[in-house]
């Protein structure tokens, strides 16, 4: 209705119609919600397929395309709470969320207490899955929202919708917008790894795209391997994430003289120490960055390298540092002929080549190579090292999907509880795609012309039109666009008295 209401007359009649008003918006929602359902013949009784020819979540995609630009190779994936309209009736026991034990959530330490309440006569009612239904919302379930900026955790009633949001490419400088590329919804006790596949596999299959990189956050990566990393690989694709503090442990590795540290395997023994690198924290300075990455850098001279990927066999190949020639050891002849200073930095910084402290007849790891189960491996490989500025980069590119979550709640959108008023996941789904075209559309208008222009491509087809008629009618208001007034606005920054008294 906001684009609509800044159409000129003439760019009403071409696309189609010279009113709009809220009638065709909600006779069109009820069209496409029931559209998506199956039919029955009042004269034979006979089940009809739905008239629309794909399926709901194909056809939501489709709706929150925007064709100016195709999809970034590198996708931020994030999922917001949408709670559903309908008042809760009930509590599972100890008002704890329904998830089965073999689910790998982490329930707040803050709900293990919650007291239990009187439930409505007849809920929860139990589903066909197994799952519990505490409202008349018979798709709403329950989920678990971890606590955010020193607030405590909760159980919300309702869905998780998973966006996938552009992100700025491998190496360019030109920055991407946030725009919401696949909207995928999901009832709230729905794994979070398992929709965030249904998520990628949506944009392949209407798309026809498939990014190489997924930026996502602890909610996705620290899930199981079966849920996350094993499906993320067989489709080809690449995560970046962050490490929880639970996964920063030290571990044995599968090679005497081994051990798994922040997602590297390391050669560690009695001669070989690797400090311990700090946590990252949102609020830390660029030196503390320096000195991770640093530290992380002079780490990884003796991590061992995954090769010759197999995906057939399920294997891949633990390559030693100085079969890589990453370190020198006495212990392999080949590596000891390499040099010690391996380049130069831009910066003027020396990136040497480490001399190992093994004596020469020691059983040490850096020359060994092993092939191991890639199921054993998966889930905390990153084609980026943890810490390091190019990791600092890309996975920096994933603040984007919070971005367009802001968009989407706040600035564009105005979204909260209560804004959808149907019950449902169908037609919750549809409602959420039009709340997510208007953002995304809402988002394009109001880019500036320099950066719509290079972002496209093409000319901005937002600026005033000299041929246009409506332009010149006095009687009709032109609609807003990026071109501004003719004259430059008075700067009243900072405040001045002639300012204020202006």
């Not at 944009?203 to 990014?211: A, F, Q, S």
């Not at 070989?272 to 503390?288: F, G, Q």
């Not at 209560?418 to 919750?428: E, M, P, Y």
Request: charged letters at 25%; one cysteine or more.
């Amino acid at each position: 209705m906001h684009v609509a209401d800044g159409l000129t007359p003439s760019q009403r009649r071409e696309v189609g119609f010279t009113r709009c008003d809220y009638h065709h918006v909600e006779y069109a929602f009820k069209t496409l919600a029931n559209a998506g359902d199956e039919r029955i013949c009042l004269g034979n009784g006979k089940v009809k397929n739905p008239r629309l020819q794909m399926s709901l979540d194909d056809f939501i995609i489709r709706l929150i395309e925007t064709p100016e630009v195709p999809p970034t190779s590198r996708q931020a994936l994030d999922g917001t709470l949408i709670e559903t309209h309908a008042r809760r009736r009930s509590w599972a026991k100890h008002a704890k969320a329904d998830y089965e034990k073999t689910d790998d959530y982490l329930v707040p330490g803050d709900l293990e207490g919650a007291p239990k309440v009187s439930n409505t006569a007849g809920f929860p009612r139990v589903s066909a899955d197994g799952t519990l239904i505490h409202s008349v919302d018979g798709d709403a379930r329950d989920q678990v929202q971890t606590g955010k900026n020193l607030s405590p955790g909760n159980i919300r009633l309702g869905y998780e919708a998973h966006f996938l949001v552009d992100s700025r490419e491998a190496g360019s400088d030109l920055h991407a917008p946030p725009v919401i590329r696949v909207l995928h919804l999901a009832p709230g006790s729905t794994h979070r790894g398992i929709a965030g596949i249904e998520s990628l596999d949506g944009m392949r299959r209407v798309l026809e795209r498939t990014p190489d990189e997924v930026m996502v956050d602890r909610g996705y990566s620290n899930a199981k391997v079966e849920h996350w990393a094993a499906p993320l690989f067989e489709r080809g694709l690449r995560q970046v994430f962050d490490l929880h503090p639970n996964n920063r442990g030290v571990a044995p590795g599968p090679i005497k003289g081994t051990r798994w540290r922040d997602g590297l395997l390391l050669v560690s023994d009695k001669v070989t120490k690797h400090d311990a690198v700090s946590t990252r924290s949102p609020l830390e300075s660029h030196e503390v960055k320096e000195k991770r990455a640093e530290a992380v850098a002079r780490r990884h001279a003796f991590a061992f390298g995954f090769e010759d990927w197999n995906p057939e066999r399920g294997t891949v190949r633990l390559v030693g540092p100085a079969v890589r020639g990453q370190v020198r050891c006495v212990n392999h002849p080949a590596s000891m002929r390499l040099k010690a200073v391996k380049q130069h930095s831009r910066g003027g910084r020396r990136i040497t080549r480490p001399t190992t402290n093994h004596v020469r007849g020691d059983d040490c790891a850096c020359g060994k190579t092993k092939v191991v189960p890639i199921l054993d491996v998966i889930r905390f490989y990153q084609p980026y090292v943890w810490g390091s500025p190019e990791w600092e980069r890309a996975y920096g590119a994933r603040n984007l999907s919070e971005t367009a979550n802001s968009n989407f709640k706040d600035h564009h959108g105005r979204f909260a509880k209560g804004s959808i008023k149907v019950l449902g996941r169908n037609k919750i789904a549809l409602a959420l795609a039009f709340f997510v075209d208007a953002v995304n559309a809402r988002l394009i208008i109001s880019m500036p012309t320099d950066f719509f222009e290079r972002w496209t491509g093409s000319a901005d087809p937002y600026l005033p039109d000299p041929d246009d008629p409506a332009w010149t009618d006095p009687n009709h208001q032109p609609p807003a666009t990026r071109a501004g007034p003719a004259t430059g606005a008075p700067n009243t920054w900072p405040a001045t008295l002639e300012s204020i008294t202006t």
